[in-house]
């Protein structure tokens, strides 16, 4: 071997050994492996509701319900949320959106999750801050984290994405980036997000794609130094889900979870 592939070697042993090192660092912290059975644990989750008498902001078709079986189950060591099309409380779908009763400040978030495809479907693995919920408005200034989302007219493409008062979608300047990830109405894939006070960073079975850096310019760009919690959920048209409309068809259909896990240093 010749010196130079020597010092190359060296190199990238030693840049693997620092990555090692830092992931070392993280310790589990809060978990849910749902190796049960039945609804989602009451002592991890709870059920956001406050949004459907408004379309949650976006004209969403769905009514996200409440300890319901047939919208949000566990069995074979899957959380299962479901769109199901059926008339319930004035709305074409139900569907649930769970929200964890812990939050955090920084950490490493993991969620191993197998999507659904269907035209129409729009699930999400995110955050919002601790305490807030939809009708305290004040939406995008008080941050919104997207881990994951995923819209099924086009299959595969995984969005990340980091929302505040000057960075938002409503403006077309949100944070974000995109990856292309086969199978992911098949496969089962960890949505991972590494959390500093200096950046926010998404990955895909460990391939980062998205990479915001703390600009250091105040809470307008980055509004991340408090507490959030996360959001588990599967929505139904809406302005982005609905973009080619909804194949009404194709219904039930689910987001699994394999597991939900939460480090922090």
Known sequence: MTRFNIVAVSIVILVWLSACQEYNEYKLVWQDEFDYVGLPDSSKWAYDQEGNPHGWGNNEAQFYTKARKENAWVEDGKLHIIAVNEPYEGKEFTSARLMSKADWQHGRLEVRAKLPKGIGTWSAIWMMPGGWTFNDGNWPNIGEIDIMEHVGYDLGTIHASAH?????WQAGTQQTATVKIPHVDSLFYTYALEWTADSLKAFVDDQQYFVYANEGLGEDK???????????????????????GIDTIVFPQTMEVDYVRIYQK
């Open 164 to 168: 505040s008062k000057d960075y938002q």
């Open 222 to 244: 980055w509004p991340y130094e408090k507490p959030f919690y996360l959001l588990l959920n599967l929505a139904v048209g809406g302005a982005w889900g609905s973009v080619e």
